[in-house]
T-cell receptor, first 112, second 109 residues
Framework: DAGITQSPRHKVTETGTPVTLRCHQTENHRYMYWYRQDPGHGLRLIHYSYGVKDTDKGEVSDGYSVSRSKTEDFLLTLESATSSQTSVYFC???????????FGPGTRLTVL | DAKTTQPPSMDCAEGRAANLPCNHSTISGNEYVYWYRQIHSQGPQYIIHGLKNNETNEMASLIITEDRKSSTLILPHATLRDTAVYYCIVRGALNDMRFGAGTRLTVKP
C-alpha cells in the first residue's frame, strides 16, 4: 500500500470552529488531492496540489482552503465549519498528473 | 455532473467473469477512462485506465469501443472480495476527477 496517512481519523466539532485535516505521504509524489464523500454519492474533488505551494480549486472548494509547504504534507482547513461540511474526507496522491491515484483511509468529520 | 452512466447495481456468481458497463457518449479525444472501486468505507482503489486501446493488468481488463463512447471493465474470475462499488470516470483535466454514483457489484457464492 502507498504510504499515505490522514489525521485525525475521526473528529467531532461544533459549527463555527476552525478545523484542519492533515494528509501525509512518504512516497514523494508530486500531486495530492482532497475529496469529500457524502452518503450515496461518489467522491467530489475539493482542492488539489501539483507541487509545493502550488494548489488549485476542485469541484466543491467553497468553504475550504489548503496549504502545502512540504512535499509530504497537504493540509485542508475549514475556516468556520458548518453542518453541511459533515462528511468523510479522503486524501489521494499520484506520481504524475494522469497516473493512478492512491487514497488514504479517510477522515470522518462531524460538525454539530 | 459525472460524464459517465453506469447501472446502479449488478450481481455476479463467484468464479464467473464480472462485466461492468459504462457509457461515456460525450467523451473527448484527450480524455481517459479510469476505473476505481471502493470496498465498504475504505478509500477508493485504482483498477485500470485507458485512452483508446484495450488494457489488461493483474486485476482486470478494460475494453473500450472503437468510437470510445462506452467501455466495459472485466473481472475475469470474481471472488467475494470483489464485492464493492465500481466507479467509471472520464478525465481530461487535472481537476476533472468526477466519480458519479458507480455500480454496486455483489459477488454471490
Amino acid at each position: 500500500d502507498a504510504g499515505i496517512t490522514q489525521s485525525p481519523r475521526h473528529k467531532v466539532t461544533e459549527t463555527g470552529t476552525p478545523v484542519t485535516l492533515r494528509c501525509h505521504q512518504t512516497e514523494n509524489h508530486r500531486y495530492m488531492y482532497w475529496y469529500r464523500q457524502d452518503p450515496g454519492h461518489g467522491l467530489r474533488l475539493i482542492h488539489y496540489s501539483y507541487g509545493v505551494k502550488d494548489t488549485d480549486k476542485g469541484e466543491v472548494s467553497d468553504g475550504y482552503s489548503v496549504s502545502r509547504s512540504k512535499t509530504e504534507d497537504f493540509l485542508l482547513t475549514l475556516e468556520s465549519a458548518t453542518s453541511s461540511q459533515t462528511s468523510v474526507y479522503f486524501c489521494a496522491i499520484s506520481e504524475s498528473a494522469f497516473n493512478e491515484q492512491f487514497f488514504g483511509p479517510g477522515t470522518r468529520l462531524t460538525v454539530l | 455532473d459525472a460524464k459517465t452512466t453506469q447501472p446502479p447495481s449488478m450481481d455476479c456468481a463467484e468464479g464467473r467473469a464480472a462485466n461492468l458497463p459504462c457509457n461515456h457518449s460525450t467523451i473527448s479525444g484527450n480524455e481517459y477512462v479510469y476505473w476505481y472501486r471502493q470496498i465498504h468505507s475504505q478509500g477508493p482503489q485504482y483498477i485500470i485506465h485507458g485512452l483508446k486501446n484495450n488494457e489488461t493488468n493483474e486485476m482486470a481488463s478494460l475494453i473500450i469501443t472503437e468510437d470510445r463512447k462506452s467501455s466495459t471493465l472485466i473481472l475475469p474470475h470474481a471472488t467475494l472480495r470483489d464485492t464493492a462499488v465500481y466507479y467509471c470516470i472520464v478525465r481530461g483535466a487535472l481537476n476533472d476527477m468526477r466519480f458519479g454514483a458507480g455500480t454496486r457489484l455483489t459477488v454471490k457464492p
